[in-house]
C-alpha cells in the first residue's frame, strides 16, 4: 500500500537537498559580501585620516607644469598649498554651488603664480542674489599670497546637466574648459579653493570647502552578515528535519 508513495518522497528529498545547496550558497555568498565590505570600510576610513591630514598640514608649494602629470585625487586631492602672485585683470567664471548657506556661485578667477605658470582659484562662494561683479572684493591687483586646498578639475557638468560655456552656464568646475572658453591658454590641471584668510570678503566667502566621505559600509557589512546567519539558520534546519518534513516556508 505504501509503493505509490515511494516517487513523491524521492521528488520531496531531492527539493530538499537542492534548497539545503542553496542555502549553503547563500551563506557563502552573504559571508563574501560582508567580508567585502569590511575591507571597503577599512579603506574609506584609512581615506579619511589621510585626508584630514593633507587638510591640516602646513601649506606647500602649488604643483608647476614639471609635476602636473603626476597629480592625482589618491595623492593630491585636498591637499593644502600656497601661491605668490598676482590675479589676472581677466573675467571671473561663476559655477553653480549648493552650500550650507543655500544655493548660489563659486567665483573662479585665474591666478597667475610667481613661478609663471597660471591656476584658476575658486575665490569663495556668492549668493544668487549677490552674484554681480560689483558686489564682490576686485582681486586683480597687487601681488598677494593664496592659501587653500587642491581640487581636481570637474568636467563635463553637473547631475543631468551639461557645462554650456557658450551661455556662460557652469554647473562643475572644469578647468580645461573654463581656460579655453576664456582664452587663458595653458593652465594648472587643478584648481584651488580658497581658505578664509585669503579671501578677506565680505563676498566672495572663502573657506567653504566641504569635504564629506559617505561611509555606511558597517551597515552593509551587518546586513549581509545578517542574512547570512538567517541562512545557516535555515540550512542547520533542513539538517536536522526529517526527510519525510517538508522545509519550512
Known amino acids: 500500500m505504501t509503493l505509490p508513495q515511494a516517487p513523491a518522497r524521492r521528488r ?15 551563506v557563502l555568498v552573504f559571508t563574501s559580501l ?4 569590511v575591507q571597503r570600510r577599512a579603506w574609506k576610513l584609512d581615506l579619511i585620516a589621510r585626508v584630514d591630514a593633507r587638510i591640516h598640514a602646513p601649506p606647500a608649494a602649488a ?3 614639471a609635476d602636473w602629470q603626476g597629480v592625482s585625487a589618491g595623492d593630491d586631492e585636498y591637499r593644502r598649498v600656497a601661491m605668490q602672485g598676482r ?3 581677466a573675467p571671473e567664471t561663476l559655477a553653480m554651488a549648493v552650500t550650507e548657506r543655500g544655493p548660489g556661485f563659486w567665483v573662479l578667477a585665474p591666478f597667475r603664480t610667481e613661478a609663471g605658470f597660471t591656476v584658476l582659484v575658486n575665490r569663495g562662494f556668492v549668493p544668487d542674489v549677490r552674484r554681480g ?15 587653500g586646498l587642491l581640487r581636481l578639475s570637474k568636467p563635463g557638468g553637473g547631475f543631468l546637466r551639461a557645462n554650456d560655456p557658450a551661455a556662460g552656464r557652469w554647473y562643475s568646475r572644469d578647468v ?5 572658453e576664456r582664452g587663458l ?20 566667502q572663502g573657506g567653504m570647502t566641504q569635504v564629506i566621505f559617505r561611509n555606511t559600509h558597517l ?15 535555515a540550512a542547520a534546519y533542513l539538517v536536522r528535519a526529517r526527510p519525510d518534513e517538508p522545509p519550512a516556508a
Open 34 to 37: 560582508g567580508l567585502w565590505q
Open 133 to 147: 561683479p560689483d558686489e564682490r572684493r576686485k582681486a586683480a591687483g597687487d601681488e598677494t599670497r593664496v592659501v
Open 12 to 26: 520531496s528529498g531531492a527539493g530538499r537537498y537542492a534548497f539545503l545547496a542553496l542555502t549553503c550558497l547563500l
Open 185 to 204: 591658454g595653458e593652465v594648472a590641471p587643478y584648481f584651488v579653493d580658497a581658505d578664509a584668510a585669503s579671501e578677506p570678503g565680505p563676498l566672495p
Open 219 to 233: 551597515v552593509y557589512a551587518l546586513t549581509w552578515f545578517c542574512l547570512a546567519l538567517m541562512s545557516a539558520a
Open 63 to 65: 604643483p608647476g607644469p
Open 87 to 89: 590675479y589676472l585683470d
Open 176 to 180: 580645461a574648459a573654463i581656460a579655453q
